[in-house]
């Protein structure tokens, strides 16, 4: 009974946060729970890397792959939902927080679209380049080097065992500790090429909101391309910043933790 109530109890919280994905990238939101739901997203990204900076043995910290994990699921659902809004709404969109954005890109006209526009891509290039392929590469290394190690740690137990130097339950215990952490760097290798493959699917969107909202005006609403692109730019850059600064949030939490672990 006790293993069964266990297992309950570990796999409600899986259901209910893959039915909330579900529900938003199938059913359309109302934009203020779209508001809402950002906010959460960032700050949910906000309290892993706080408890990061301010957890010394990080790797204990067995949830963290999975908590990184969901938060990419859940960010990218959110992305699609407020893409969704955007293609349906267009000039009608009345997100608070993409409007926010998009606002201080539309308040300088054709010179802030278009200065607005390269800073973005700037901004792109450097976390596609610098920030998450850097992490990855990181994260896949550091993943290595603990895998090659373990059999030398392994080895080095066992020499201070046979030597009497510990006892048999102190074995078992760094044993187990050596593979909580091999397993931990493991699942943060496998979680940045997540993030990195969000990042990339972030910018998809971006385009995808950009080309499908200037294609339906202009074919189906009689805008010209001009006009059309003054609306659905500057909302697409407002989306694309909110969700390029979450994937930011989580590959420098996989940074943070592989470059502590090779200063420790």
Do not use: W
């Not at 963290?64 to 009608?92: E, K, Q």
């Not at 510990?166 to 044993?175: A, G, P, S, V």
């Amino acid at each position: 009974m006790k293993e069964d109530r266990k297992f309950t109890d570990f796999a409600i919280g899986p259901i209910i946060v893959l039915t909330t994905i579900l529900i938003l990238v199938i059913i359309p939101i109302p934009a203020i729970l779209l508001d809402i739901l950002i906010v959460l997203n960032l700050i949910v990204a906000l309290l892993i890397i706080t408890i990061v900076l301010y957890d010394k043995n990080v790797y204990e910290f067995s949830l963290l792959p999975t908590l990184l994990l969901v938060s990419t699921f859940f960010g990218l659902a959110v992305n699609i939902s407020a893409a969704r809004l955007i293609l349906t709404r267009g000039a009608d969109f009345n997100g608070k927080l993409i409007q926010f954005i998009a606002s201080f890109i539309t308040k300088f006209g054709n010179t802030g679209l278009i200065a607005s526009s390269v800073l973005f891509i700037l901004l792109i290039a450097f976390q596609m380049t610098v920030v998450v392929k850097g992490v990855t590469r990181v994260a896949e290394v550091a993943a290595r080097f603990n895998l090659d190690s373990l059999p030398v740690k392994l080895m080095a137990i066992e020499a201070e065992y046979s030597s009497g130097a510990i006892d048999e339950n102190e074995t078992m215990c760094r044993k187990e500790a050596l593979q909580i952490e091999s397993d931990f760097y493991c699942s943060l290798d496998g979680v940045s090429k997540f993030i990195s493959g969000y990042a990339k699917i972030v910018l998809f969107i971006i385009t995808a909101s950009i080309l499908g909202g200037v294609f339906n005006e202009a074919l189906t609403q009689g805008q010209t391309i001009i006009e059309a692109v003054k609306t659905y730019l500057p909302l697409a850059i407002g989306s694309g910043f909110i969700f390029m600064l979450h994937s930011f949030l989580l590959a420098l939490t996989v940074g943070i933790v592989v470059t502590r672990a090779a200063d420790g």
